[in-house]
């Protein structure tokens, strides 16, 4: 079971201004609150420490489970997931014209994209909605390594 203590969470959180690290959502603008997580989990070896842990919604928490790894719809490959910690969002993800849904570039973001439901019905409600509020896409969190 997680260990977390409270004061490392807020660190996350403030890491993360906020918002999902896989989906881009933010706290904010959400109705149910984030949670801290665990990149790679207890089960497979993953740690407390900060450099394995990740804010996310409750909808790619709740998708990603005890996940590290799924198949990629286009080559039907399994690959791990998208690594927030090691990885770069822009990297394996973008936006599509109207910034409503992510679109994976690489077999990692697209099969994150699958596994996470990242984009879920409710969320392309959402960020339609945020984006003509000129609140989405929010701006990619960069992260202080002093935290
Ligand atoms: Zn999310």
């Given at each position: 079971?997680?260990?977390v203590?409270?004061?490392t969470?807020?660190k996350v959180r403030?890491?993360?201004?906020?918002?999902?690290e896989y989906?881009?959502?933010?706290?904010?603008?959400?109705?149910?609150?984030f949670s801290v997580?665990?990149?790679?989990?207890?089960?497979?070896k993953?740690?407390?420490?900060?450099?394995?842990?990740?804010?996310?919604?409750?909808?790619?928490n709740?998708?990603k489970?005890?996940?590290i790894?799924?198949?990629?719809p286009?080559?039907?490959?399994?690959?791990?997931?998208?690594h927030p910690r090691?990885?770069?969002?822009a990297?394996?993800f973008?936006w599509?014209?109207d910034?409503s849904?992510?679109?994976?570039?690489?077999?990692t973001?697209?099969?994150?994209?699958?596994?996470l439901?990242?984009?879920r019905e409710n969320?392309?409600?959402?960020?339609?909605?945020?984006?003509?509020a000129?609140?989405?896409?929010?701006?990619?969190?960069k992260?202080?390594?002093?935290?």
């Amino acid at each position: 079971m997680s260990k977390v203590s409270q004061k490392t969470k807020k660190k996350v959180r403030t890491r993360a201004n906020g918002i999902c690290e896989y989906c881009l959502s933010q706290d904010k603008y959400s109705p149910t609150s984030f949670s801290v997580e665990h990149i790679i989990p207890g089960v497979n070896k993953g740690t407390d420490n900060l450099d394995n842990l990740a804010l996310a919604c409750q909808g790619c928490n709740n998708h990603k489970f005890t996940r590290i790894e799924f198949i990629d719809p286009i080559n039907d490959k399994k690959v791990k997931l998208f690594h927030p910690r090691k990885q770069i969002w822009a990297e394996h993800f973008q936006w599509n014209e109207d910034y409503s849904k992510i679109i994976g570039k690489t077999a990692t973001g697209r099969a994150t994209i699958e596994c996470l439901r990242m984009n879920r019905e409710n969320l392309l409600t959402l960020r339609k909605a945020l984006f003509v509020a000129g609140v989405h896409p929010p701006e990619i969190v960069k992260y202080d390594p002093t935290l």
